[in-house]
């Protein structure tokens, strides 16, 4: 028996050890918005937080996520949208959609450590892949939540 602890609850799994997490996550918890894409840790799509960092969970051995606080797409606010996903909306960031959990969880990592990011901390962290290539709305949303970020907590509400 593995426990995990995901998005803030803690499940005892009989899973095997090397059993990749985004199977866990995907199968076992009952949480599809986690996507497969290339199972190589390549393309991004599979992007969770593990005490806060962006891990590609396809090819994270569920062994190693053990005692750690692994949040998912379906955690990252705690009701309603998170920012991150509302900027993706205001901006028209998707297009097909399948990579955007994974390029949120991602966007999401990078503003909670700089939340002024430039354009070579952007595309330092967004190095998920998309095949609709929406890169250039992706920065646009990412910058904006920066600037909201910066303005004075009067002109926010």
């Known amino acids: 028996m593995l426990k995990l602890t995901v998005n803030g609850r803690s499940h005892d799994l009989d899973v095997e050890p ?20 290339c199972g190589i840790a390549l393309c991004g799509a599979c992007t969770v937080h593990v005490d806060g960092e962006p891990v590609r969970s396809c090819t994270l051995p569920v062994s190693a996520a053990v005692g750690k606080k692994i949040v998912t797409i379906e955690g990252l606010a705690e009701r309603g949208l998170h920012r991150v996903q509302k900027a993706w909306v205001e901006h028209e960031v998707p297009q097909c959609g399948y990579c955007q959990t994974g390029m949120i969880m991602s966007a999401a990592a990078l503003l909670s450590k700089h939340p002024k ?3 070579a901390d952007i595309e330092a962290a967004m190095t998920n892949l998309c095949r609709c290539g929406t890169y250039a709305r992706v920065q646009t949303a990412i910058h904006a939540l920066a600037a909201d970020s910066a303005a004075p907590a009067a002109k926010k509400a």
């Not at 997490?21 to 894409?37: A, E, H, S």
């Open 18 to 37: 090397e059993m990749p997490l985004l199977w866990v996550i995907r199968d076992q918890l009952n949480l599809p918005g986690t996507k497969y894409g």
């Open 117 to 119: 990011p430039t354009d």
